[in-house]
């Protein structure tokens, strides 16, 4: 996803804005104590609620960091990104926690004072930024109300998931969202796809779930977002439906890792 566009250097970064039945794999070991993979190789830790950590090439990210052991203080970030600021996908402390001199913080553009507090960087959907060899798309999150009811992401507030390219390997974060007619940009261009299992928050659910991987073509798609046991659920009902699409369904408990090998 190249797109031409305008370069600033914010804390010492460069940073690119521009606007344009399955078998399942279940991994219970507890990263408690993050390790820095191996060259040639993509470590993706599931972190609490929609949380994610991924390590690759030396760098580490965090996507909606909220509840964290404290000796994840021994593992602070290269990149923060916040998908939106509601409670269980932004926590000012843990965010805190995380921060060394160059992380780069990125927030939606309507996060202003997060922004500020962080001396972030403001996106919108479609914009980059480089953090050292990782390219990071900002791209759409909304979802949609039932009559009568407003939207808990309206597109209007342009928070945003993420895109992030490690080389080859691309990994895609929905954060909170429907499955949106821009699913379709994404089609074929995904490795691994974190889609939210909800129920709740008016994101995607069970068969709408299968409908988003139906249409980005993942590789791998892991579970974000879940109560237990549903995502157990979801694996007796759809599992099938997410093979058939030529996809593996890879559950992680929380605060578990799972190895790439790109």
């Known amino acids: 996803m190249t797109l031409a566009g305008h370069s600033k250097v914010a804390l010492g970064v460069l940073i690119l804005l521009v606007g344009v039945g399955t078998p399942v794999a279940v991994f219970t070991m507890m ?3 993050p390790q820095n993979p191996a060259a040639n190789q993509v470590e993706l830790t599931l972190l ?3 949380g994610a950590m991924i390590e690759a090439d030396g760098l580490r990210v965090y996507i909606d960091p909220v509840s964290l052991p404290d000796n994840y203080s021994s593992y602070p970030a290269d990149a923060i990104l916040i998908t939106h600021p509601h409670g269980d996908h932004y926590n000012s402390t843990i965010v805190q926690m995380l921060q060394k001199d160059g992380t780069v ?3 939606p553009k309507t996060m202003a004072d997060a922004i500020t507090e962080f001396d972030g960087v403001g996106v919108s959907p479609r914009d980059h930024v480089q953090v050292g060899s990782i390219n ?3 791209f759409y999150m909304y979802t949609f109300a039932p009559e009568g009811y407003n939207a808990s992401h309206p597109i209007e507030e342009n928070y ?3 895109i992030i390219e490690i080389g080859e390997f691309t990994v895609f974060h929905a954060g909170d969202s429907k499955v949106i007619d821009e699913y379709e ?3 074929g261009t995904i490795d691994v796809a974190l889609l939210p299992l909800g129920p709740g928050c008016q994101t995607m659910y069970r068969a ?3 409908d988003a991987v139906e249409i980005i073509s993942p590789k791998y798609f892991v579970p974000i977002h879940y109560v237990p046991p549903e995502e157990s659920v979801f ?3 759809h599992g099938d439906q997410v093979e058939a699409a030529n996809c593996e369904l890879i559950i992680l408990e929380y605060f578990a890792s799972h190895t790439f090998q790109p």
Do not use: H, R
Request: no cysteine; hydrophobic share 45%.
């Open 160 to 162: 945003t998931s993420y």
């Open 208 to 210: 709408e779930v299968v």
């Open 48 to 50: 609490y609620n929609a």
């Open 136 to 138: 990071i798309t900002a």
């Open 105 to 107: 913080n990125v927030f």
């Open 31 to 33: 990263n408690l104590n």
């Open 235 to 237: 694996s007796l009902l």
């Open 185 to 187: 940009e994404l089609t």
